[in-house]
């Protein structure tokens, strides 16, 4: 059986929810969104960055060309990803 902190009974969602709000230090839930994303824009970015370098050391054929078609999806992996203010 699953030993959980009501005496053997499952969590609930909501227990989960509050694990989850706590393990981020009390920053608010929509703050750890934003700031997630912006990691992950961060991280696109650098990728295409990557790809876009190892494609200038290749000679010309596919596999420059497919490494910059795929730097592009990571650019626009970063542009979906960025977290925008509604101000």
Not at 3 to 9: D, N
Not at 21 to 27: E, K, M, Q, R, V
Not at 52 to 66: D, F, H, Q, V
Not at 77 to 87: P, S
């Amino acid at each position: 059986m699953f030993s959980g902190r009501f005496g053997g009974s499952r969590p609930t969602v909501r227990d989960d929810l509050h694990d989850f709000a706590s393990d981020i230090g009390g920053a608010g839930v929509l703050e750890f969104v934003a700031n997630a994303a912006q990691v992950r824009v961060v991280n696109y970015r650098a990728h295409a960055e990557q790809l876009r370098e190892i494609a200038k050391t290749e000679s010309p054929g596919r596999l420059p060309y497919n490494l910059l078609t795929l730097a592009d999806q990571y650019d626009d992996f970063a542009a979906q990803a960025e977290f925008r203010r509604l101000d």
